[in-house]
């Protein structure tokens, strides 16, 4: 069975780090796009970052040069490394995958991880 | 980043009845366009991609159109369980911005 189970959220400081973990079961995530996706509360679904291929990579405007994409194909984990903090961060973090056939988009979720910035 | 600018932000509407939302694209993006469901509490549920293929297990009551830059999901005959949140995304140049979301409630 397919699934994805985040971990790593916590109260952290601003200006603070935090590594969310995204871990799979049932298919392997260095054979498909890996997405992030937060959700402040109460508001909407906001991308953050993309790996696919390699180890290509992007991010949205409002976490570049912050954030860090990555995975490893030993623990079929994946991560994201997360620096200098700011209060507007807070938000429950998603990992989803999505499916291998050129056509297909992010067809599996996990059930997200906390995060919040605060002092 | 591309923006998706959907509409209305929220909709009113009763069991039976039918729903369109729509999304426009601040640039062309072909077909390369989903839509989630979002109850509270829970991770967004793929329902249509690209434009218009239904994701396995939807109910056929969704359907989905468009091309370029303007799309629309259409609910035919609303369920109890349709009512929710849906967020359009894009997916241009492996970047993949979210739709603000249409709230959807029972009236």
């Known amino acids: 069975e397919v699934q994805l189970v985040e971990s790593g959220g916590a109260l952290v400081q601003p200006g603070g780090s935090l590594r969310l973990s995204c871990a799979a079961s049932g298919f392997t995530v260095s054979g498909h796009h890996m997405i992030w996706v937060r959700q402040a509360p109460g508001k909407g679904l906001d991308w953050v970052s993309v790996?696919?291929?390699?180890?290509?990579?992007n991010y949205g405007d409002s976490v570049k040069g912050r954030f860090t994409i990555s995975r490893d194909r030993s623990k079929n984990t994946l991560y994201l490394q997360m620096n200098s903090l700011r209060p507007e961060d807070t938000a429950v973090y998603y990992c989803a995958r999505r499916g291998i056939a050129a056509d297909d988009w992010f067809d599996r979720w996990g059930q997200g991880t906390l995060v919040i910035v605060s002092s | 980043d591309i923006q998706m600018t959907q509409s209305p932000s929220s909709v009113s509407a009763s069991v039976g009845d039918r729903v369109t939302i729509t999304c426009r694209a601040s640039?062309?993006?072909?077909?390369?366009l989903a839509w989630y469901q979002q109850k509270p509490g829970q991770a967004p549920k793929l329902l249509i991609y690209p434009a218009s293929t239904l994701q396995r297990g939807v109910p056929s009551r969704f359907s989905g159109s468009g091309s370029g830059t303007d799309f629309t999901l259409t609910i035919s005959s609303l369920q109890p369980e349709d009512f929710a949140t849906y967020y359009c995304?894009?997916?241009?140049?492996?970047?993949?911005?979210f739709g603000q979301g249409t709230k959807l409630e029972i009236k």
């Open positions: 640039q062309d993006i072909s077909r390369w």
């Open positions: 995304q894009q997916a241009n140049g492996f970047r993949y911005t």
């Open positions: 790996i696919y291929g390699g180890a290509n990579t």
